[in-house]
């Protein structure tokens, strides 16, 4: 059974910085394209950033490019989002997952909370 735990979350001022950690278990992800996304109060959740597991290519969304970096480490199985400059605008539950999404993949989240 997949489980992904997010963690790293917290309340910071605009401008500051948090990085996020997914840490996998159940299997291996070197196949996969693995995503941060984003659901903020009252909307849809949104995806933010990307990586190919096994050849480290990266996707960012408009709204997040020059700010977020995806990264991923083989040995420990997990996926990091290093947030820097953060806004407003970025505070949201943030969850990671397969890219595109399995609905058997969602975890608890953590929340992102940017005061301005």
């Known amino acids: 059974q997949v489980h992904l735990v997010e963690s790293g979350g917290g309340l910071v001022q605009a401008g500051g910085s948090l990085r996020l950690s997914c840490a996998a278990s159940g299997r291996t992800f070197s196949s996969y394209v693995m995503g941060w996304f984003r659901q903020a109060p009252g909307k849809e959740r949104e995806f933010v950033a990307s990586i190919r597991w096994n050849t480290g290519r990266t996707y960012y969304a408009d709204f997040v490019k020059g700010r977020f970096t995806i990264s991923r480490d083989n040995a420990k199985n997990t996926v990091y989002l290093q947030m820097n400059s953060l806004k407003p605008e970025d505070t949201a539950v943030y969850y990671c997952?397969?890219?595109?999404?399995?609905?058997?993949?969602w975890g608890q989240g953590t929340q992102v909370t940017v005061s301005s």
């Open positions: 997952n397969a890219d595109p999404p399995s609905a058997d993949y």
